[in-house]
């Protein structure tokens, strides 16, 4: 079993619609939470970063933790087609020598609005 | 402007060819990384680097082959021994340490014929 869940997808929503995105995971030591997103054939961007349970917003981009139930979310208001992409959910593993600067990756959701 | 190159954005060798692909940062980030993707499979870890002249295998290190003698260069070499090497390859870095989040650059596609 992977650390890291995540519905590939393809996830399609009208445009103007609330996309939700969500990863679970299994080690409750996961304490720093990330979002990317993903053009096709381009490097993934850096979204959101979250530390500990709660909302966090900006824009129209809200990520959700609840580390009681290993859930992350992201949500994306007022969806365009220019919101069209794979994203990715990220976490940091557990403080080891090890693990240093390392982060656990999901597969990615594909994400399709449609005009 | 700061940021991550990757070079050439795309790439051809035929099989038993070794390539080296660049990335460059000027972002003064200590740690960098590579990745290999693969579709439906996410990103994988190849190696990453903590600070100048150190480097650690990651997950699936088997085949390739890097440096890190400055700050801002970590390149990665394909060996000939990689049995499947054709993929999209990311780089990244960060300011390293728990928790720190990456900032990628916008990939090398390799292909092997």
């Known amino acids: 079993q992977k650390e890291v869940e995540q519905d590939p997808g393809p996830l399609s929503v009208p445009e103007g619609a609330i996309v939700s995105l969500n990863c679970t995971y299994s080690?409750?030591?996961?304490?720093?939470f990330m979002w990317y997103r993903q053009y096709s054939r381009k490097g993934p961007e850096l979204l959101m970063y979250?530390?500990?349970?709660g909302n966090k917003e900006d824009g129209r981009f809200t990520a959700q933790v609840d580390k009681s139930s290993k859930y992350i979310s992201l949500f994306i208001r007022d969806s365009q087609p220019s919101d069209s992409a794979t994203y990715l959910c990220?976490?940091?593993?557990?403080?080891?020598?090890?693990?240093?600067?390392?982060?656990?990756f999901g597969a990615g959701t594909q994400v399709v609005v449609t005009p | 402007d700061g940021g991550i190159t990757q070079s050439p954005k795309y790439l051809f060798r035929k099989e038993g060819q070794n390539v080296t692909l660049s990335c460059e940062q000027n972002?003064?980030?200590?740690?960098m990384y590579w990745y290999r993707q693969d579709p439906g499979q996410g990103l994988r870890l190849i190696y990453y680097?903590?600070?100048?002249?150190?480097?650690q295998k990651g997950d699936i290190a088997e085949g390739y082959s890097v440096s890190r003698e400055k700050k801002e260069s970590f390149p990665l070499t394909v060996t000939s021994a990689q049995k499947n090497p054709t993929a999209f390859y990311l780089c990244?870095?960060?300011?390293?340490?728990?928790?720190?989040?990456?900032?990628f650059g916008p990939g090398t596609r390799l292909t092997v014929t």
């Open positions: 990220a976490m940091s593993p557990p403080m080891t020598t090890d693990s240093w600067g390392k982060l656990q």
């Open positions: 680097s903590q600070i100048v002249n150190d480097f």
């Open positions: 080690n409750s030591a996961f304490q720093y």
């Open positions: 979250t530390y500990s349970s």
């Open positions: 990244a870095s960060s300011y390293g340490g728990q928790g720190t989040e990456q900032y």
């Open positions: 972002l003064n980030h200590d740690a």
